[in-house]
């Protein structure tokens, strides 16, 4: 009994090492980040019998989509030509340099005709996702990494079943890890009222297509292809509720109105697409919209951002990457989650050197601790090159904004983190006006009276085992 005990492990073990030998060059051939690769090598030559299925589960880094939204048959970028904006006539050095690289990686050209309204608070979101909702007449358009099973989750869910009762076609789209409960406990009532709901990327191997952690992270609810709600705040009464209350999670979105919907559109349209494989559901997806009032030409000059693993560019962190090593004065940073690669973290002290301000907010308590303790393995470089760091403090801060200089401004679904800049399916809004940028400014400054900077000679002083801690978390931060 114990020698076939002790056979089976050692084909067991043996079957791991022949699976390791055969991975192991396939992950340095797909040219990750050093560290990321270093990390899986690491976990499957050190313990095959984890790291290989781990490897299998959660190691991918890219998705085919099946197939793609047939948006020019309704002719949705042709209708709004008017309103682009070629990069290298953007307002300021720095925004003309960010908007090439972001149009060379993939990203549609700035647009102007918008009308965009910082959302800080999260009473003031609540009410205009309801507003959006209840005045939508042909069609709503919304997908979320999380709706949670809760007093805020129902009475969306409700709010959608009710439109959809009076005949607007409501197309939900859900990620299938980050809304597992909602899928099966709480979207029957709009599914009973004739809205449509679809979960991105199963997690389970059964089905035809699947990922564990290739994660739809993007916030987006459009109504009737005019207005667009986007952000970094999902569905919940963490993120939004009827009134202010002291644990709402501080938060922050943008509400759009104008040619940028377009954008937004044809990215839910291809979302919508991949999950669904209904290429074009029917509607009025790209209306005739009002020409921009007159005023400063700037204001409502955006660029609609999307990043993930089906695209051969990282949008989003190549705009970021440049916005950084261009900053002159200012680089302000609010992220939930902060674990740079290699490359960002550079850019922030080389910038503190140079003598631009450059703050993080993060929250003081973080509700995923093994990614708090990974980003706090940066702090003693970036505050002994000058970085401000602030931990905010009244409850937990999700908001992901940037403000490089007073020329570009983002906010959007991306942490300033690998798994945002690498694997996740990401949305930012890259602002180009300088009313829009100052009011994500003041919300910024609003949040450094919140928080309480952090020490370098007190953090440095910290005990050896959260030293190791961090470290730890830091080398293996590439797998997640």
């Not at 149009?103 to 549609?108: D, L, M, Q, V």
């Not at 089906?310 to 200012?330: E, H, K, S, W």
């Not at 002290?349 to 929250?363: M, Q, S, T, W, Y």
């Not at 690498?422 to 003041?442: Q, T």
């Amino acid at each position: 009994m114990h020698d076939g005990w002790r056979i089976a492990a050692l084909i067991f073990s043996t079957v791991g090492y022949i699976f390791a030998f055969l991975l192991i060059p396939r992950i340095i051939l797909e040219r990750r980040q050093p560290a990321a690769t270093v990390a899986w090598v690491l976990s499957i030559a050190l313990l095959p019998v984890v790291g290989v299925p781990l490897y299998y589960l959660i190691g991918g880094r890219r998705v085919r989509r099946h197939i793609r939204a047939k948006i020019n048959a309704v002719g949705s970028v042709e209708s709004s030509v008017e309103n682009r904006v070629r990069p290298e006539n953007l307002p300021s050095p720095l925004s003309v340099a960010c908007g090439r690289v972001l149009s060379a990686a993939g990203a549609p050209p700035p647009l102007t005709g918008n009308r965009v309204t910082v959302i800080e608070e999260g009473d003031a979101a609540y009410g205009e996702v309801l507003s959006l909702i209840e005045e939508a007449r042909d069609h709503i358009h919304a997908q979320f990494f999380i709706l949670d099973v809760d007093v805020v989750g129902r009475r969306f869910i409700h709010a959608l079943a009710s439109r959809a009762k009076a005949g607007v076609r409501v197309r939900l789209l859900l990620d299938a890890v980050g809304s597992w409960r909602a899928l099966r406990q709480i979207v029957r009532p709009l599914r009973k009222a004739g809205g449509e709901v679809a979960e991105f990327l199963p997690a389970l191997p059964i089905h035809r297509r699947w990922s564990a952690h290739l994660r739809n992270h993007r916030k987006l609810l459009i109504a009737d292809g005019q207005t667009a709600f986007t952000g970094g705040m999902n569905i919940g009464k963490r993120y939004m509720a009827p009134r202010a209350v002291k644990d709402l999670w501080r938060d922050s979105a943008v509400l759009i109105r104008g040619t940028a919907v377009r954008d937004l559109q044809v990215l839910f349209l291809d979302d919508w697409a991949f999950a669904t494989e209904d290429s074009v559901p029917p509607g009025i997806f790209f209306p005739d919209l009002p020409s921009p009032s007159a005023g400063d030409p700037t204001d409502g000059l955006l660029q609609v951002v999307a990043s993930g693993p089906d695209r051969t560019m990282r949008p989003i962190y190549q705009g970021v990457f440049t916005a950084f090593n261009l900053a002159c004065r200012r680089i302000w940073i609010a992220t939930p989650y902060f674990v740079p690669d290699d490359a960002i973290s550079t850019c922030l002290e080389n910038a503190a050197l140079r003598g631009v301000d450059v703050r993080l907010i993060v929250p003081e308590k973080s509700d995923v601790k093994s990614v708090a303790m990974a980003g706090r393995s940066y702090f003693d470089d970036l505050m002994r090159a000058g970085v401000k760091i602030h931990l905010y403090r009244p409850t937990n801060l999700h908001s992901k904004v940037l403000i490089i200089d007073d020329d570009v401004g983002v906010v959007g679904s991306s942490n300033v983190d690998c798994r945002s800049f690498f694997l996740n399916f990401e949305l930012g809004v890259f602002l180009y006006g300088r009313k829009e940028i100052d009011a994500l400014s003041a919300g910024f400054e609003a949040d450094l009276s919140n928080s309480a900077r952090l020490d370098a000679a007190a953090f440095a002083g910290r005990p050896k085992i959260s030293r190791l801690l961090e470290d730890t978390f830091r080398i293996f931060s590439p797998l997640f």
